[in-house]
């Protein structure tokens, strides 16, 4: 079988790359407090909080909040 071999990234490549990546996130964080999606509020005040006293109260069919998967991490 023969041996593959890979071409090593060159430093200034990785500069670049990670250069790159942190000047998008700088500039991507950094308003990120200050936009609000349409249906936040239904999550923030009303879904969540329902969630999880559907969760301590053991009621579990109410802890189909809506059809979007991942409510399990809104804590």
Do not use: C
Not at 36 to 60: G, L
Not at 66 to 71: M, V
């Amino acid at each position: 079988m023969a041996e593959i071999k890979r071409k090593k990234t060159s430093l200034p490549v990785k500069f670049f790359l990670a250069l790159s990546l942190i000047i998008y996130f700088l500039f991507g964080f950094n308003h990120l407090t200050e936009s609000v999606t349409s249906d936040e509020h239904y999550w923030v005040y009303d879904r969540v909080p329902e969630y999880w006293e559907a969760i301590s109260n053991q009621k579990w069919k109410k802890t189909r909040v809506n059809d979007k998967p991942g409510i399990t991490l809104a804590y």
